[in-house]
């Protein structure tokens, strides 16, 4: 259920920037105190009942506008949440305060700390707002070693609150981890809704997409990955496709913060531009997203411009809380106000 109290800032089509042609008027001037135009979107969502969210829509590098990587997938009876980078416990409460103690699966695309630095939030204060079972996580191999660290690193803080040091964990702090096995498979299948994780290539580490299906409708999370076959193979059919890319703002600020050859050898670990437009001509989705990376008005334009050499449909650059819908008509999106502040 969507707060009634939020302000919808503006919708895809209002954006215009959904034609790759058309992709520069994304950075015409929004109309940020505008009150909402339609105040029942639960009601419409409610049709199919499933939306993704872009908690997080930004990258390693601290940002003001984005947090790190978090993907919020809410099916019929699922909620779900991809990755828990800086900031994904904030922008959870942003979207929806009641979500915090709720979550309780959460499927990792790998281990860089990007994507996990938000989980002693989530697992620890989660708990103490009244989660009543273990955050369930599905990781790759060291999840478990990961958790295992942070109930030591967090030791005197468990102990305070759980009165004492010898007490049994309560069920909400058991660990409860999946392990996502080498070559990927279905690894969740509950209330109609089906979590499929695929290998991708980053860093030679063991890294996933995930393909979620629900209602004859489908998703894809690239995940951190470079260039591979499994992006279309795992994406066919798929409505929705959220794919990683280096934007040219994101290439200048790793330029600016490392030396030269890191910066290749980052460049190597994710999807470039003509990548990415690539692999959406190849899974050719009803909706294209890239995130995790920079944004920025002109280098949102460069970056979908580059992409329509390659790919024709629709694409846009996701921000922090940009909601996408699909409906059984099509998909929907919308893009929430990130700091309002009620003064009632
Ligand atoms: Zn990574
Ligand atoms: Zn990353």
């Not at 392990?179 to 030679?204: D, L, S």
């Amino acid at each position: 259920m969507m707060p009634s109290h939020r302000f919808w800032l503006r919708t895809l089509a209002a954006m215009c920037g959904l034609a790759l042609g058309l992709a520069a008027s994304s950075c015409q001037s929004v109309d940020f105190t505008k009150p909402a135009e339609q105040a029942a979107p639960s009601a419409v969502a409610a049709e199919l009942d499933f939306t993704v969210t872009i908690l997080g829509s930004g990258t390693p590098i601290a940002s003001r506008t984005q947090v790190g990587a978090a993907i919020l997938v809410k099916a019929g009876s699922q909620t779900l949440l991809f990755d828990c980078g800086r900031g994904c416990t904030s922008r959870l409460a942003q979207y929806d305060l009641s979500l915090g103690p709720q979550i309780d699966k959460l499927f990792l695309t790998h281990l860089h700390s990007d994507h996990i630095v938000g989980i002693p939030d989530l697992w620890l204060n989660g708990w103490t707002q009244g989660r009543q079972g273990p955050l369930r996580i599905w990781g790759p191999e060291g999840t478990y070693d990961m958790l295992e660290s942070l109930r030591k690193a967090f030791a005197a803080d468990l102990s305070y609150r759980n009165a004492g040091p010898d007490k049994p964990a309560p069920p909400a702090l058991e660990n409860h981890v999946t392990r996502i096995p080498e070559q990927g498979g279905v690894v969740f299948q509950t209330g109609g809704v089906t979590v499929t994780a695929f290998p991708v290539i980053h860093a030679r580490i063991q890294a996933y997409g995930f393909r979620i299906d629900y209602a004859g409708k489908s998703v894809l999370i690239s995940g951190d990955t470079s260039a591979t076959p499994n992006l279309a193979t795992y994406g066919a059919g798929a409505d929705l496709a959220l794919l990683e890319v280096v934007s040219p703002a994101m290439e200048e600020a790793l330029r600016q913060a490392y030396p030269a050859a890191m910066v290749e050898m980052i460049l190597r670990l994710h999807l470039t531009p003509e990548q990415a437009g690539q692999t959406l001509a190849e899974i050719a989705p009803e909706l294209g997203v890239y995130y995790h990376t920079v944004t920025g008005c002109e280098s949102d334009k460069a970056l979908l411009e580059t992409t329509g050499k390659y790919h024709r449909g629709s694409v846009i650059v996701a921000s922090d809380l940009t909601e996408i819908r699909l409906m059984p008509t099509g998909i929907e999106t919308h893009q929430f106000l990130l700091n309002e502040i009620e003064c009632r």
